[in-house]
């Protein structure tokens, strides 16, 4: 998440070869997905460390247990929804950076 938030994956990219439409598109997808991609792993450390604290480990559970937390809240469909938009970012932002990645040759 501080990762999107910094912009650190910029430094992974070769920016250069973009135009500057598709990057400020590369920038907005790797800010929203990473974002995205943090707050639900969030999720699932407040699952497991919930699971850890009662003693209960069928409270832990990976992707799907947190996107199932996400549902159940007050605007669990809006917030699984943004969840969803935001992986999905994240998914397009990968295929981008298998695009533009910077690749440094072994000697």
């Not at 920038?27 to 990473?34: D, T």
């Not at 450390?45 to 559970?61: E, M, N, Q, R, Y």
Request: charged share 20%; aromatic share 6%; hydrophobic share 50%.
């Amino acid at each position: 998440m501080i990762e999107g938030l910094r912009r650190r994956f910029l430094r992974n990219l070769v920016t250069g070869q973009m135009s500057m439409r598709t990057r400020r598109l590369v920038e907005r997808l790797g800010l929203v997905g990473s974002v995205a991609r943090g707050m639900v792993i969030v999720v699932v450390g407040a699952l497991v460390i919930d699971a850890a604290v009662t003693f209960d480990p069928k409270k832990s559970g990976g992707l799907g247990k947190a996107l199932l937390a996400l549902k159940h809240q007050p605007y669990g469909p809006v917030l699984l929804a943004v969840a969803a938009l935001g992986l999905i970012a994240f998914g397009v932002y990968g295929l981008c950076e298998a695009r533009w990645r910077r690749v440094i040759a072994a000697r």
